[in-house]
């Protein structure tokens, strides 16, 4: 009775600190203070990550031993982790998302007349699936949620020689066609695995755009252009978040971060005092990340908590000899990546992780001696 009764103890005790730890690790991700990652493989020239999920951080690898042609890229953490996604019959290619075990992207093959097809990996080259829907000339891929990819399609009969958003869900005639009506041109750039995100034009020519977001038809496109701005971009989804950027007479004619939660009066301006200029790409439906402008010439990487005054500048956490940056995607624990430049202007893959605070460390090791104690 005395065991039973100790067994009940402990399993109780275990959930209790089970649940206090699962409570902390969120906060991880808010801490101030990062610890970044040179990405950039050995032998490469140049190199940039676009996507996280999970342990993956995908992107693209320049090296001299390709011809100068960029190759799409695998992470597990480190630089010497890296896998070539590049498949055989194709000189080009990059990655753009992962969901932690699919990466999207596009890839050039001569094979196919030299024009660009929407990929999708399962982690090898020879893993690649070729997205492009009949009908298409050129497609490309640029998000992953769950079995959804994102992207954009045209140049064919399929949409009238124009470029269309488009939505898959594994395979080249799964394809959705996303563009609004009343719209000529759009992308879709982001998904949460239920909302897509992008980009539409009415009138291509004049370059205006308007930030879209959907849920999964033409039909459900709602237009995300704040008042006062002449034209925006969503680049990122995540929960009910959407990020981009847009800029008009609100913003005096400067690009400015932006954050909604799914209408165009909901926008945040997260633009922080003493940037000239910011975009934001990618949100994990609590944090943004993206870039800014010091006075047009300092680009340095940027983390947001929800507002502009909230933000985090990430370049000084990069290794030595590193500097202009940017981020690019973040993850549901904070890890973040994106890119920085060296002393040559040559680009490096980087991979931010977030470092627990001293009182977060310390509540762990209490924990694991409580669980310890019990067992005894």
């Known amino acids: 009775m005395r065991e039973e009764s100790h067994l009940k103890s402990t399993v109780i005790s275990a959930f209790l600190v089970a649940m ?29 990550a676009y996507g996280i999920s999970g342990t993956q ?33 194709f000189d080009e290619s990059c990655a753009n998302g992962t969901n932690g075990t699919q990466q999207v992207g596009q890839g050039l093959s001569s094979a196919a007349n030299s024009w660009w ?54 395979s080249a005639e799964s394809y959705i066609d996303l563009n609004p009506s009343g719209f000529s ?34 039909a459900s496109c709602v237009d995300l252009n704040p008042s006062g701005f002449s034209r925006s971009y969503a680049c990122g989804v995540s929960s009910n978040q959407q990020v981009g950027y847009g800029w008009g007479s609100a913003t ?16 945040i301006d997260l633009n922080p005092n ?3 200029l910011s975009y934001a790409y990618a949100t994990n439906g609590t944090q943004q990340v993206g870039r800014g402008y010091i006075n047009y010439d300092d680009i340095n990487a940027l983390l947001w908590n929800g507002s502009a005054d909230s ?17 690019t995607a973040i993850d549901g624990y904070g890890n973040i990546v994106g890119y920085a430049k060296d002393s040559s202007g040559y680009s490096h893959a980087i991979l931010w992780e ?21 067992k005894k």
């Open 252 to 267: 005096g004619g400067n690009a400015h971060a932006l954050l909604w939660n799914g209408s165009a009066s909901s926008y």
């Open 274 to 276: 003493g940037f000239s």
């Open 185 to 218: 041109q759009s992308y879709a750039s982001g998904t949460n695995g239920t909302q897509q995100v992008g980009c539409g034009s009415s009138s291509p020519a004049s370059g205006v755009y308007h930030a879209l977001l959907w849920s999964g038809t033409a």
């Open 311 to 327: 933000f985090v500048d990430l370049s000084q956490f990069l290794p030595a000899g590193l500097g202009s940056s940017g981020a």
């Open 57 to 89: 951080q995908v992107g693209y690898g320049n090296v001299s031993a390709t011809g100068g042609y960029g190759h799409a890229l695998l992470w597990n953490g480190s630089a010497s982790s890296y896998v070539d996604l590049n498949p055989s019959g």
């Open 117 to 170: 097809h929407a990929l999708l990996w399962n982690g090898s080259a020879d893993s690649f699936v070729d997205l492009n829907p009949s009908g298409f000339k050129i497609s490309a891929a640029y998000g992953i949620s769950g079995n959804q990819q994102v992207g954009v399609g045209g140049s064919g009969p399929a949409t009238g020689n124009e470029t269309h958003a488009l939505l898959w869900s594994g």
């Open 354 to 374: 977030p470092v627990p605070e001293p009182a977060t460390l310390f509540l762990l090791g209490l924990g694991a001696v409580i669980l310890r104690k019990r």
């Open 20 to 48: 206090v730890l699962f409570s902390i690790v969120p906060s991880l991700a808010f801490g101030t203070s990062y610890r970044a990652i040179d990405l950039n493989p050995s032998g490469f020239n140049e190199s940039e």
